[in-house]
């Protein structure tokens, strides 16, 4: 069987990328032997006082290794390699179940493939085995065979090691890295333990999705390194909903309890800790082949809106087409029925510990990648009716909070079965099907995911101002790339970014595309003319005006999703470019680049919104889409939050204007197809030379 982990994922950090962020982050916070041992081995029986003869003579090998020469503590006659076998035999026999023995091995010369990053070789692997292997392995004429196929991965190890005899903080932020790979990829533990060691003394390491522990003793002190061995012998805490079937191949099969239902993953994305740990995956029905949705994440427990609750919320009366469903959600459970929560002591990073509990969302509503989108035809209906779910959950009280380009995706394709469910939906706005023929019942192109960021304005509007809940609002919140200029600053554009009557205008719609929309019962079209042209009153002042999210934020996340898109797409008989445009370069490192902050500038401020810039931007063959994108790109660009007479009378008002500009794209591909254009898979375009 073939790795579920998707191939297609962007490979995460490197190694020296995520030192270094670990290291920022100050990820990494020591504590007491007694308060780790309370907190992290509660496995542990009693307490080894000292060490037998043997481990002390190993102790002394491992105590006397010269500066510079760390490896000779687990290469040649492998003093750290054997005193660990020997805590794991003498654990062992004081155990009850002797099936499986815990077995230490050097792995400095060998290497553990990730299916996202580069591999990574951990100075010893700890890992599952027979009793006979144990044995052999404190055999002092054992010897690696270094031509020998390495049959470990991530995803069967029991833990991992690090030996350094000179830099403390090296070992430190090498291990904590090795120990958030396992965790990545181990969706079924809830936290997992490891352990370095260099002459003066060893460390014992803590992580779940919310800290890095660690601590640290001399080699006078065997009591915490039978209690990690033991505490591996029993296991670290575990997700029991999730098994892999293959735990000894290099390609996990993971089978996942949903409800009553048992769902086998075929494709996964794993995002590691600390605070972003979140698994998604694709997964089919053992029983009926149905494909299912997972998606599992480690949430802060004080948060005040719940996910599942509000995609409740959102389908309540009729469903909402176009938007997820969740056909489950809920918190998964340990083995002994409770709450998977991460811990409750010490500090996180940065000195500031979240308490996070596992939750679960799960639906059989299935889309397709925006990035596997066909046509132009196709993506434009999809991004379409996009806007179209935006406004009406924000009808149902809901504001979407996170849109990017992987929340928005293609609608399922089930043999008829979600657009069936759709056919009575809510659709006080019309999707694009129903635009080009008002006989129509609802049939959206898109499927909106994703409501973890999301906020129940019916309760906000509830809240008394001096609530700290009134606070939410104000919030940053969104992905890196599309999230909205001012929300990404956590604050109002500067004054320069007022939107004057006499430049900033609603798009207006002539011939077929205007009379199409006009003809829908909730258009209002001359009303949004008015309110955004003339307005009722002059722009608020700066001072005045409070920086809240608000659904024009969505829609300028919208478009940066759309730009982003297209500017990176290119037709089917693609000819690699030669020469990139500048203005591609610049418009793709400042998105990539793009970290939200106040502190630092945003890169997409510097963007040209001129027609010319665009056409400058886009495939040769997509430049008859630039119009579009430099409108769209001058109506977003203003701070319609000193608006706030337009935001109260039609909040919908950004979204109107995209979706003009979208509806005459249509039109005029859907009255010559010739127009259209067939994309090559998205990242083909040569965009950086």
Same mark, same amino acid.
């Given at each position: 069987?073939?790795?579920?982990?998707?191939?297609? =994922?962007?490979?995460?950090?490197?190694? $020296?990328?995520?030192?270094?962020?670990?290291?920022?982050?100050?990820?990494?916070?020591?504590?007491?032997?007694?308060?780790?041992?309370?907190?992290?081995?509660?496995?542990?029986?009693?307490?080894?006082?000292? &060490?037998?003869?043997?481990?002390?003579?190993?102790?002394?090998?491992?105590?006397?290794?010269?500066?510079?020469?760390?490896?000779?503590?687990?290469?040649?006659?492998?003093?750290?390699i054997? !005193?660990?076998?020997?805590?794991?035999?003498?654990?062992?026999?004081? !155990?009850?179940?002797?099936?499986?023995?815990?077995?230490?091995?050097? +792995?400095? %010369? /060998? *290497?553990?493939? =990730?299916?996202?990053?580069?591999p990574?070789?951990?100075?010893?692997?700890?890992?599952?085995?027979?009793?006979?292997?144990?044995?052999?392995?404190?055999?002092?004429? #054992?010897?690696?065979?270094?031509?020998?196929?390495?049959?470990?991965?991530?995803?069967?190890?029991?833990?991992?090691?690090?030996?350094?005899?000179?830099?403390?903080?090296?070992?430190?932020? $090498?291990?904590?890295n +090795?120990?958030?790979? $396992?965790?990545?990829?181990?969706?079924?533990?809830?936290?997992?333990?490891?352990?370095?060691?260099?002459? !003066?003394? +060893?460390?014992?390491?803590?992580?779940?999705?919310?800290?890095?522990?660690?601590?640290?003793?001399?080699?006078d002190?065997?009591?915490?390194?039978?209690?990690?061995v033991?505490?591996?012998?029993?296991?670290?805490?575990?997700?029991?909903?999730?098994?892999?079937? $293959?735990?000894?191949d290099?390609d996990?099969?993971?089978?996942?309890?949903?409800?009553?239902?048992?769902?086998?993953?075929?494709?996964?994305?794993? %995002?590691?800790?600390?605070?972003?740990?979140?698994?998604?995956?694709?997964?089919?029905?053992?029983?009926t082949?149905?494909? &299912?949705?997972?998606?599992?994440?480690?949430?802060?427990?004080?948060?005040?809106?719940?996910?599942?609750?509000?995609?409740?919320?959102? =389908?309540?009366?009729k *469903?909402?087409?176009?938007?997820?469903? @969740?056909?489950?959600?809920?918190?998964?459970?340990?083995?002994?029925?409770?709450?998977?929560?991460?811990?409750?002591?010490?500090?996180?990073?940065?000195?500031?510990?979240?308490?996070? &509990?596992?939750?679960?969302?799960?639906?059989?509503?299935?889309?397709?990648?925006?990035?596997?989108?066909?046509?132009?035809?196709?993506?434009? /209906?999809?991004?379409?009716?996009?806007?179209?779910?935006?406004? %009406?959950?924000?009808?149902?009280?809901?504001?979407?909070?996170?849109?990017?380009?992987? %929340?928005?995706?293609?609608?399922?394709?089930?043999?008829?079965r979600?657009?069936?469910?759709?056919?009575?939906?809510?659709d006080?706005? /019309?999707?694009?099907?129903?635009?080009?023929?008002?006989?129509?019942?609802?049939?959206?192109?898109?499927?909106?995911?994703?409501?973890g960021?999301?906020?129940?304005?019916?309760?906000?509007?509830?809240?008394?101002?001096?609530?700290?809940?009134?606070?939410?609002?104000?919030?940053?919140?969104?992905?890196?790339? #599309?999230?909205?200029?001012?929300?990404?600053?956590?604050?109002?554009?500067?004054?320069?970014?007022?939107?004057?009557?006499?430049?900033?205008?609603?798009?207006?719609?002539?011939?077929?595309?205007?009379?199409?929309?006009?003809?829908?019962?909730?258009?209002?079209?001359?009303? +949004?003319?008015?309110?955004?042209?003339?307005?009722?009153?002059?722009?608020?002042?700066?001072?005045?005006?409070?920086?809240?999210?608000?659904?024009?934020?969505?829609?300028?996340?919208?478009?940066?999703?759309?730009? &982003?898109?297209?500017a990176?797409?290119?037709?089917?008989?693609?000819?690699?470019e030669?020469?990139?445009?500048?203005?591609l370069?610049? #418009?793709?490192?400042?998105?990539?680049?793009?970290?939200?902050?106040?502190?630092?500038?945003?890169?997409?401020?510097?963007?040209?919104?001129?027609?010319?810039?665009?056409?400058?931007?886009?495939?040769?063959?997509?430049?008859?889409?630039?119009?579009?994108?430099?409108?769209?790109?001058?109506?977003?660009?203003?701070?319609?939050?000193?608006?706030?007479?337009?935001?109260?009378?039609?909040?919908?008002? @950004?979204?109107?204007?995209? *979706?003009?500009?979208?509806?005459?794209?249509?039109?005029?591909?859907?009255?010559?197809?010739?127009?259209?254009?067939?994309?090559?898979?998205?990242?083909?375009?040569?965009?950086l030379?």
């Amino acid at each position: 069987m073939t790795s579920p982990i998707r191939s297609e =994922h962007p490979p995460t950090q490197g190694v $020296q990328a995520a030192l270094k962020r670990l290291q920022k982050d100050k990820a990494i916070f020591q504590v007491s032997p007694k308060e780790f041992s309370t907190n992290y081995l509660p496995a542990a029986a009693s307490k080894v006082e000292s &060490w037998d003869d043997a481990q002390k003579l190993l102790v002394d090998s491992i105590t006397a290794t010269k500066a510079g020469r760390e490896a000779d503590m687990y290469t040649d006659s492998k003093p750290l390699i054997r !005193l660990c076998n020997l805590v794991s035999k003498r654990v062992l026999d004081s !155990l009850h179940n002797k099936e499986i023995a815990l077995v230490f091995d050097s +792995y400095y %010369n /060998k *290497m553990l493939p =990730h299916p996202l990053s580069e591999p990574l070789s951990p100075d010893i692997v700890i890992s599952y085995e027979t009793q006979e292997i144990l044995k052999g392995r404190l055999d002092t004429r #054992f010897r690696d065979d270094p031509d020998s196929v390495p049959r470990l991965s991530w995803f069967n190890i029991a833990a991992v090691g690090e030996a350094k005899v000179r830099d403390p903080k090296q070992e430190r932020y $090498q291990t904590g890295n +090795y120990l958030r790979n $396992q965790l990545q990829l181990r969706p079924e533990l809830h936290s997992v333990i490891g352990f370095s060691a260099d002459k !003066l003394g +060893y460390s014992l390491y803590y992580h779940d999705a919310s800290v890095i522990h660690q601590c640290s003793v001399k080699w006078d002190n065997p009591s915490l390194l039978h209690a990690f061995v033991y505490q591996l012998y029993q296991g670290t805490t575990s997700d029991p909903s999730i098994v892999n079937l $293959q735990p000894q191949d290099s390609d996990p099969s993971w089978l996942v309890k949903v409800g009553e239902k048992l769902l086998i993953i075929t494709s996964a994305t794993p %995002n590691p800790g600390l605070s972003q740990r979140r698994f998604t995956a694709i997964a089919i029905d053992v029983e009926t082949g149905d494909l &299912w949705f997972i998606k599992d994440f480690y949430p802060d427990v004080k948060r005040r809106f719940n996910e599942g609750l509000l995609y409740a919320k959102a =389908h309540e009366g009729k *469903m909402l087409p176009g938007l997820m469903r @969740a056909n489950y959600y809920g918190h998964p459970l340990d083995t002994s029925g409770n709450t998977l929560t991460t811990t409750s002591f010490g500090e996180g990073p940065n000195g500031t510990r979240i308490d996070r &509990w596992k939750m679960r969302v799960a639906t059989r509503d299935v889309g397709d990648s925006l990035s596997k989108t066909p046509t132009l035809l196709e993506f434009l /209906k999809v991004m379409y009716d996009a806007c179209v779910v935006q406004r %009406n959950l924000r009808r149902k009280g809901i504001l979407h909070r996170d849109i990017s380009d992987g %929340n928005i995706m293609m609608a399922p394709k089930d043999n008829g079965r979600y657009y069936k469910d759709c056919a009575d939906g809510y659709d006080d706005v /019309k999707y694009v099907n129903q635009v080009l023929d008002p006989k129509q019942s609802p049939k959206p192109a898109c499927l909106v995911i994703d409501l973890g960021h999301s906020a129940d304005l019916h309760y906000l509007l509830r809240v008394p101002s001096g609530n700290k809940d009134s606070e939410i609002l104000a919030e940053r919140t969104g992905t890196p790339k #599309f999230i909205s200029r001012s929300v990404s600053q956590g604050e109002l554009l500067p004054a320069l970014y007022i939107p004057h009557h006499s430049v900033f205008q609603m798009p207006k719609l002539d011939g077929r595309p205007r009379k199409l929309l006009t003809a829908c019962t909730d258009s209002k079209y001359e009303a +949004y003319n008015k309110a955004v042209d003339d307005g009722s009153q002059s722009p608020s002042k700066p001072a005045a005006t409070r920086f809240t999210h608000q659904l024009f934020h969505d829609a300028e996340s919208t478009f940066w999703v759309i730009s &982003w898109f297209l500017a990176r797409s290119a037709p089917k008989d693609y000819e690699k470019e030669s020469d990139p445009n500048p203005k591609l370069t610049r #418009f793709i490192n400042g998105m990539k680049s793009h970290y939200p902050s106040n502190e630092t500038i945003d890169p997409r401020d510097s963007f040209s919104a001129t027609l010319e810039a665009w056409k400058q931007i886009l495939h040769p063959r997509l430049v008859d889409v630039a119009p579009m994108l430099s409108e769209m790109h001058e109506y977003i660009l203003p701070e319609w939050g000193y608006r706030p007479e337009l935001n109260t009378e039609y909040p919908e008002h @950004a979204h109107e204007a995209l *979706m003009r500009l979208l509806l005459r794209e249509i039109v005029r591909i859907e009255d010559d197809k010739t127009k259209d254009v067939v994309f090559a898979p998205l990242g083909t375009r040569n965009l950086l030379g």
